[in-house]
């Protein structure tokens, strides 16, 4: 007798923090039995593309389905078709408007936002030149990061935000975002940039240019710790997506056999810097994971 099969949905496949949520899913369901299929759009954050992905999971038959949904709101007719088929629904990282799922894991990203701001303003003594990178205008993390990152700089009357520009949440974008800043400003002190792959393309930019200065980002990828250690940026915030990935497949899993799930499951981000890197430096793979009662109910 074969185990329940639950299809994991991102919105691309060139996110690394995306490849640690399919991670986390994979080591959750092979510890409980069960199966992963894994889809995302071939174009990054296709809200077509994911919609067509989800029309064929539900005629597919899968057990429960985990969604990074690519908008808040423009996936509704597939929510619905998703709920009247008894599919349970698990969202990650982006929640629609209006939630149809067993619950959403994620983070608050106003307060780690703002948490991964604040270390870039407080290295630059309170005072200085700050661009930000901003996310992709579809994603619902992007203006609550936004906010997080304006909610800080509102208590360092020092920090001038010069402009902040969408990157799209990907690495060439924001490569070419970074490019127009440093033309049109000749004094940046820092840049804040809402994902590290964004991060990497700002780095890129600045390599190019043979500037540096100090960057912050979100996400905690094996890739932006490799940077934070060659001293290319300051820090990151870690958006637990390994967590976040092993947590929805479990939850899935107990909401199957009639278990309680709470309706929203957020996990603190920690800040990665040169002084922590060493110990987040490994592959999603071998990375420890928060086990569901150490995150859920708060035991080991």
Known sequence: MTGPTIAVVTKNRTNPAYGGALAGATRAAVRHGAAIAYFAPETPDDIAEQAAILETAIAGGYDAIVLMPAHETALDPTLDRIAAAGIPLVFVVNRPK??????F?????????????????????????????DGHPDSTTTPERHDG???????FP???????????YQRAPARDVMRAL???????DGVVVANDLMALGAIDA???AGRRMPLVSINGTPDAVAAIKAGDMLASACFDTLAFGSIAVEAALRHRLGDAVPAEILLPAAIIDAENAAAWDTPYEQRDCASWDAVVSGGK
């Open 98 to 103: 209006h939630a149809r799922g067993v619950t």
């Open 182 to 188: 440093l033309d049109r400003y000749p004094h940046i």
């Open 206 to 208: 600045l390599s190019e």
């Open 149 to 155: 990152f304006f909610a800080a700089a509102a208590d």
């Open 105 to 133: 894991i994620g983070a608050d990203n106003r307060k780690l936002a703002a948490a991964i701001a604040v270390r870039l303003f407080a290295h630059l003594g309170g005072a200085g030149n700050v661009a930000i990178v």
């Open 158 to 168: 020092g920090i001038r935000i010069l402009e902040a520009r969408s990157g799209l």
